[in-house]
């Protein structure tokens, strides 16, 4: 059996492990698959030999019980008989064994070595000896061996495993035994030869080692557990004695004991590496209690220097604007230089406690200052802003009236001062919603202005000549003797508003005569253009004598005379419907708006039939095969 075992960890994982080397590999060494593969083959070559020579055994057995009840011993029996047969190993090679004399073999036996192999057998009453002329390298090696005849008998194959398990504890067979080595130690117990079948007897064997490692395997774990407590412990030693510390390496201490060729060292199973991680673990743990130990005293020092510039020396606090200069402070104070524990903290572990403590006080107390000064702010503020309106109440302002026309009046006021800088609404901004309350009392009464006019024009009593003068418009509001009118200033007293809603209400009407206009404008030329496309249609040819073509493209000739023009078209019964029209629009416009769109007709037809041929053409193109195309068909 090889040194090597199989083995996993935890993650499924396949590693090899050396029993005698304490090696580890995640490969098989290749000499040991070899190695395995011969002995694999040698061993079951044995095993068949083994089985031949007990049946041996038991033919003399038999022989000797013979002798025995005729009481006339015999000083020895030769018989001679050549009986080779044919085996088939497990990987497919072909041996030979004889029968009588237990050989095997791998070459096919001639005739004459039958007959001289079957002259050299002798067979006695306690030992069988077997000639070595011919015979191959595994049966010299066992079968010149003496082998007891007696065999033990169990009595179901459950005792014949007993036994032969037993056979191999009570002689300390481990993983380190080859199968090869069981036999050359045990074949001459009876407790071997229990099991029979030499098949059966190596399945038992590999059991046993099974069954041998996994108890191993949980008293290995205690062993392992045992080997590190030592190693603890001569660890606890090293430091007991000062010679190691947080920060030692792990090079150092196994030169240590190297030097010291201290046994528990020298004699440990466990690899250089599981050492390091032992000795690693115990000086994190010392690390650990280090970090503890320095932690705790900064947490008292911090502690101390808290209490101590919050309320022994806070003015160390309140004379310092800043970080740096606190600091400055703080170290040149000779009560904080004589605190032995003040001496364990840093510059990092003093600024930790001034952003945590110091910091938020002195923020909290900012606050509080502005938030008083911002509810005082917040009175001035407020009066400035009361004063301020007080002011504007006594100046003439109405919708129209901007900030510069009573600007020089407030000036150099104490209430327009006062204002001016402070949080809230700006002077300007309240002079504006004065404004603007003046506009909307304005545009409500301008509201009823507007629906007494549209009364007006209801009634039949409403003219356009009403917007001539503001006179004559508020003449006819007030002979208008609406109700609505009644809180409306028409005598213009008290203010002017009725002078602003009249320029509104013009200028309203005057941009509705416009809009009126424009619509009106355009409701004519599109009559204009629709009759002069009427005539295209009807007429294509009616003004060829004034239209010209220039390549793709339809103008009118430089030459000509409208009214020539006016007097042809005009005795056409479709320009009656245009008539009415000349009123308000020349004649020679009427005519020249007809003459431009009759030739933009000409053209948008001009263009679809061009685009139309051209259409045709590139189908006429695509169709067409080329011949390049002819011959390559």
């Given amino acids: 059996m090889s040194d090597w075992e199989e083995l996993r960890t935890d993650s499924g994982e396949v590693y090899y492990y050396n029993y005698k ?96 192999l079957g002259t050299s057998v002798t067979i006695t009453m306690t030992t069988t000896t077997v000639s070595d002329v011919n015979l191959g390298e595994l049966d010299k090696e066992f079968f010149n061996k003496p082998v007891m005849m007696e065999t033990t008998s169990p009595e179901s194959e459950s005792n014949a495993t007993e036994l032969f398990t037993k056979m ?195 923020i909290e107390d900012l606050k509080s200052q502005r938030e008083t000064l911002e509810k005082s702010n917040y009175r001035n503020d407020r009066k400035a802003r009361d004063n301020f309106k007080k002011l504007l109440l006594t100046l003439k302002i109405d919708a129209s009236t901007q900030f510069e026309d009573v600007f020089e009046e407030i000036e150099n006021n104490d209430a327009f001062i006062e204002l001016c800088g402070r949080n809230g609404s700006s002077p300007l901004e309240l002079f504006w919603d004065i404004v603007d309350e003046k506009r909307q009392i304005l545009k409500v009464k301008q509201d009823l202005v507007e629906s007494v006019v549209l009364e007006m024009k209801k009634q039949g009593s409403y003219s356009e000549s009403l917007w001539e003068s503001e006179e004559v418009f508020i003449d006819a509001l007030k002979s208008s003797n609406d109700d609505r009118l009644s809180k409306i200033d028409l005598e213009k007293k008290d203010s002017d508003e009725i002078t602003i809603i009249f320029k509104q209400l013009k200028k309203e009407f005057e941009l509705a005569k416009q809009r009126e206009k424009l619509e009106h404008e355009k409701e004519v030329t599109d009559h204009i253009n629709n009759i002069a496309q009427l005539l295209y249609q009807k007429k294509p040819d009616f003004w060829d004598n004034i239209i010209r073509s220039e390549g793709n493209r339809y103008s009118v000739s430089r030459r000509i005379n409208f009214e020539d023009e006016y007097k042809r078209v005009s005795e056409l019964p479709e320009y009656k419907q245009l008539v009415e029209y000349e009123q308000k629009r020349p004649v020679t416009a009427i005519t020249k708006l007809m003459i431009d769109t009759f030739v933009n007709e000409h053209n948008r037809l001009s263009s679809r039939k061009r685009r139309s041929s051209n259409s045709e053409s590139n189908s006429e193109k695509k169709s067409k095969p080329n011949a390049a195309s002819i011959l390559n068909y």
């Fill in 21 to 116: 080397t304490n090696e580890t590999s995640w490969t098989l060494p290749e000499d040991t698959r070899k190695k395995e593969k011969l002995q694999k083959l040698k061993e079951e070559s044995i095993a068949q030999t083994s089985e031949s020579n007990t049946e041996q055994s038991k033919e003399d057995d038999d022989k000797i019980e013979e002798d025995e009840k005729k009481e006339e011993p015999k000083e020895s029996t030769s018989e001679t008989k050549s009986n080779w047969t044919e085996y088939t190993t497990d990987d497919g090679k072909i041996y030979y064994y004889n029968e009588v004399t237990g050989e095997t073999t791998w070459e096919k036996p001639t005739e004459d070595d039958e007959s001289r």
């Fill in 168 to 362: 191999l504890a009570d002689n300390n067979v481990d993983s380190t035994w080859s199968f090869q080595k069981v036999m050359e130690q045990f074949i001459d117990k009876p407790e071997y030869w229990a099991i029979g079948n030499p098949i059966e007897r190596k399945k038992c064997y590999e059991d046993y080692l099974v069954s041998k490692f996994q108890s191993e395997l949980s008293n290995k774990s205690l062993l392992m557990e045992k080997l590190k407590n030592n190693i603890h412990d001569e660890i606890k030693k090293l430091e007991n004695q000062g010679r190691i510390n947080y920060n030692t390496r792990w090079i150092k201490v196994r030169k240590l004991w190297i030097d010291e060729d201290n046994p528990i060292f020298k004699h440990s199973m466990l690899s250089d590496s599981e050492l390091a991680a032992i000795f690693y673990e115990y000086t994190d743990r010392l690390k650990q209690e280090h970090d503890q130990e320095i932690q705790e005293k900064k947490n008292k020092a911090l502690s101390e220097l808290s209490i101590y510039l919050k309320t022994v020396n806070s003015t160390l606090v309140e004379k310092s604007n800043t970080w740096e200069s606190l600091y400055e402070n703080l170290i040149n104070d000779h009560r904080f230089q004589s605190n032995k524990n003040f001496q364990n903290l840093n510059k990092l572990d003093i600024l930790k406690l001034y952003e945590k403590e110091i910091f938020p006080r002195i």
